[in-house]
């Protein structure tokens, strides 16, 4: 398995909701974006912080380096970290 060293990157985006809710992390499939969770934000931000990000090398989270799948993860925990996510909801 290959496990790449790189620093998290910066992901874009969407939220829904109120952030006093508890968070839901949206996580769209292959191929795709963010915006592509839209269709559950509109039914959860009622009860939900919903929160869809374009992972790495998707949307407007472009790269031009190399990843491996595991950069997704530190990706995630990142933007978690952002905006002070200790717990959450996915959906995905």
Same mark, same amino acid.
């Given at each position: 398995?290959?496990?790449?060293?790189?620093?998290?990157?910066?992901?874009?985006?969407?939220? *829904?909701?109120?952030?006093?809710?508890?968070?839901?992390?949206? /996580?769209? %499939? &292959?191929? %795709?974006? %963010?915006?592509?969770?839209?269709?559950?934000?509109?039914?959860?931000?009622?009860?939900? *912080?919903?929160?869809?990000?374009? /992972?790495?090398?998707?949307?407007?989270?472009?790269?031009? &380096?190399?990843?491996?799948?595991?950069?997704?993860?530190?990706? /995630?925990?990142?933007?978690?970290?952002?905006?002070?996510?200790?717990?959450? *909801?996915? /959906? %995905?």
């Amino acid at each position: 398995m290959s496990v790449s060293s790189s620093r998290p990157q910066e992901l874009h985006y969407r939220q *829904w909701g109120d952030r006093a809710a508890p968070p839901i992390l949206m /996580l769209h %499939g &292959h191929p %795709g974006n %963010g915006a592509a969770m839209e269709v559950f934000a509109a039914a959860l931000s009622d009860r939900y *912080w919903a929160i869809a990000p374009d /992972l790495r090398g998707y949307g407007r989270s472009r790269t031009s &380096h190399s990843f491996v799948m595991t950069d997704h993860l530190s990706d /995630l925990e990142a933007l978690l970290a952002k905006l002070d996510i200790d717990r959450f *909801w996915v /959906l %995905g």
